[in-house]
């Protein structure tokens, strides 16, 4: 082949691959919901195997397949549906960050000079995610349940649950999806940190709202006692109200650390959006949760 030609096959080649790549990744791509988002084609890992289910779990599992789920909102790391009854939430991993296969893993993608390299990297990437992400929700249902409102936690795929969930996306139809095949998180629904607060303020209950800001900060120590730290320490993000004491209900940062008592540093940064909204609110809120910190510092509360 003369080499001119074969200049024009190599320039038409990466061409046709540039199109093939920002179609597949930016053209192609749905905006939003999508079962193709949440379906895992991940194997069966034992470290990921939670055990059978205890008899609560199997009534639980029965009271979701009972009732319709509505679509509530989207995390970093799941898409979250509200239960008919109100009483429930189903979470689903977003795996677009977590999926290893590829069609640049299989001929002729592989042929091309250091493609290989970066899909290697890439792998072990989203393999690392996926470990870290799966680990934090383990953490939340095995250390911190109670504290979060985790009713049970299903991260391989199985055969035994034998059941399905009907979901309604927030574009309209439904998908109906078999349990044993999802990869998802089931918890309590609590009621929004700043919504909770707001309520309590327009209703005029102080003392309740008092006692919130300080479920809040004991929430923090119980959470630093029992050593985990939130790598996504917030409150309009992360917190929550369950039968008028405070949650976490973003459990995807978690990490196991030597249980200790928190800093000044963790105390503020944990709740300075609070503070912030207290502000604007409620100042003399505001002053009282400065208060109910220096109290905890000095461990005189």
């Avoid at 059978?52 to 549906?81: T, V």
């Avoid at 055969?159 to 969930?165: E, F, G, M, Q, S």
């Avoid at 439904?174 to 044993?180: F, G, I, S």
């Avoid at 993000?237 to 000044?264: K, Q």
């Amino acid at each position: 082949m003369k080499k001119p030609a074969f200049i024009s096959c190599a320039i038409f080649s990466l061409v046709l691959f540039a199109c093939f790549f920002t179609y597949v990744n930016f053209i192609k791509r749905t905006k939003g919901f999508s079962l193709k988002k949440i379906t895992s084609y991940h194997e069966y890992h034992p470290k990921w195997d939670i055990g059978p289910l205890s008899n609560e779990q199997d009534l639980l599992l029965n009271r979701i397949s009972s009732q319709p789920f509505y679509y509530l909102g989207s995390g970093k790391e799941c898409y979250a549906f509200v239960s008919a009854d109100g009483e429930l939430v189903i979470k689903f991993f977003k795996q677009k960050h977590m999926h290893t296969r590829s069609i640049y893993n299989v001929w002729p993608f592989t042929k091309i000079p250091y493609l290989n390299i970066i899909q290697s990297a890439k792998v072990e990437r989203r393999n690392h995610l996926r470990n870290q992400t799966f680990m934090s929700y383990l953490i939340a249902y095995q250390h911190f349940a109670d504290h979060t409102g985790v009713l049970y936690l299903h991260l391989n795929q199985t055969n035994n649950l034998d059941r399905k969930v009907t979901l309604y996306p927030p574009k309209g139809g439904k998908v109906t999806l078999e349990l044993d095949s999802m990869e998802f998180l089931v918890q309590r629904r609590a009621d929004f940190v700043f919504s909770y607060l707001e309520k309590l303020l327009n209703e005029h209950k102080i003392k309740e709202a008092k006692q919130a800001i300080g479920s809040i900060l004991d929430l923090i120590i119980t959470r630093s006692k029992n050593g985990i730290s939130d790598f996504d320490n917030n409150c309009e993000r992360n917190i929550g109200f369950m039968d008028g004491r405070a949650s976490l209900i973003d459990v995807g940062e978690f990490r196991l650390t030597p249980p200790t008592y928190p800093s000044p540093e963790e105390f503020y940064l944990a709740t300075e959006d609070l503070k912030q909204w207290l502000g604007v609110r409620n100042p003399e809120l505001q002053s009282f949760l400065e208060v109910q910190i220096q109290k905890r510092l000095r461990h005189d509360f």
